[in-house]
């Protein structure tokens, strides 16, 4: 499972199909909250898309604030650089905008922090006065063992008519964030979504060790896999991998019984029970408002920082991606995102005590007696150091 491979995604085509639809997008000054909802809604999380744009806050982004948000759109003037929190690789993007017609902008891909210097820490794609919406492929190649460590980054971007295809080789960035610049008049972001290049983890037929998960900490907790279905039920106990990660994509998709707790820890000091940190499972609110997460929220990290809304509901099966990058945790369910946090705590190799950058394995929680929980499509691909 370590390691890049060549992971094929959607077509072109499918990603034009879907701009097809978004062209009133553009026009839309719906409330704040039917905005989140709608946000939340219409992405096609099912298919694996994220939105890094909520329409309604700059969460999830740094160098705007929420003056910057103005009608369900991100408003950008000259001299506007912006970037997500998060760090991403290979990856599907969509964007839909629009530029004043002397304005002059662009999207940045695999983004260095600053991203000042133009094509060494960054992939940057123009953008073109008027209202547009663009699809592009970003895909991050490994070279096989014993082969050239050059990395090869492959940009198709489809803009009105126009398909652009642009090959960069040699030691170019192979991780970064994503990003706008501004360089002349303004830009309005309405929309902003991206689906990771997800390996498909290797599924044990049985749940020994060295097929990929360790039940040795099970305890109390009974473990069944079942067609592509791996359940836990009772505890307290936990399934670790067998293989351990320290920046990583991690999506999985869970279901739970009503009133379930649960959770997925990640950098876990191996042999230890549950010592990592927690992306928590648990769906329950406060007084009817999802926007009050009950013990946490799904997503949330559990201790450090509540989800900042319920999205999934219990009996149904969701969708949770987690992007860890150095002390960055972003965390998206059902495509919508509901954490960003930075651990800014001194370095401890005990993430009970402080930042954990050490790689570690992922447990997989049955909290207590009344614990039922399924997991399935488990994949996970880790992020390669940055080139630059």
């Known amino acids: ?26 026009a839309e000054v ?17 298919e694996g898309w994220l939105a890094l744009f909520d329409r309604a806050t700059p969460f999830g982004w740094r160098g705007c604030n929420p003056s910057d948000v103005v ?35 662009e999207l940045l891909l695999l983004a260095s922090p600053q991203a000042r210097r133009s094509g060494e820490d960054h992939v940057a794609v123009p953008l073109e006065p008027g209202q547009h919406s663009l699809g592009l492929t970003v895909s991050v190649l490994a070279a096989d063992a014993g082969g050239p460590s050059a990395w090869r980054n492959r940009i198709v971007a489809g803009g009105g ?10 030691a170019g960035p192979n991780r970064g964030y994503v990003g706008f610049r501004v360089r002349a008049g303004q830009l309005r972001v309405t929309r902003v979504e991206l689906r990771p290049a997800l390996e498909v983890a290797d599924r044990p037929q049985g749940l020994e060790p060295g097929q990929g998960w360790d039940a040795s900490g099970a305890g109390s907790a009974e473990v069944t896999w079942q067609d592509g279905t791996l359940g836990l039920r009772g505890g307290p106990g936990y399934l670790a991998t067998s293989d351990r990660y320290a920046d990583f994509v991690l999506s999985v998709e869970a279901r739970t019984a009503a009133g379930t707790n649960s959770g997925i820890f990640f950098r876990c000091i191996p042999g230890e029970n549950l010592n990592g940190y927690e992306s928590q499972i648990h769906n329950g609110y406060l007084a009817g408002d999802r926007g009050q997460p009950e013990d946490c929220g799904t997503g ?7 989800a900042r809304r319920v999205v999934a509901d219990d009996g149904e099966w969701f969708r949770k991606v987690l992007i860890v990058s150095g002390g960055q945790i972003s965390v998206w369910v059902n ?12 370095a401890n190799p005990n993430p009970r005590r402080g930042r954990r950058l050490e790689a570690g394995t992922i447990q997989l929680q049955a909290h207590d007696p009344g614990t039922q929980v399924d997991f399935r499509q488990f994949q996970i691909q880790e992020l390669p150091p940055r080139a630059k």
């Open 300 to 306: 949330g990290i559990f201790r450090r920082v509540n």
């Open 1 to 26: 499972m370590h390691g890049w491979r060549e992971y094929s995604i959607c077509s072109l085509g499918v990603v034009l199909g879907w701009l097809a639809g978004v062209d009133s997008v553009l």
């Open 335 to 346: 495509g919508y995102q509901v954490t960003d946090w930075s651990d800014q705590r001194a």
């Open 161 to 170: 008519s126009v398909d652009e295809e642009v090959i960069i080789d040699g």
């Open 71 to 105: 009608e369900g759109a991100l408003q950008l003037t000259a001299g506007s650089l912006v970037r997500t929190s998060a760090q991403f690789s290979g990856c599907e993007v969509r964007v839909v905008y629009e530029l004043s017609a002397e304005g002059q902008a």
């Open 30 to 46: 719906a409330p704040r909250s039917e905005r989140v909802e709608a946000a939340r809604d219409e992405v096609a999380w099912q």
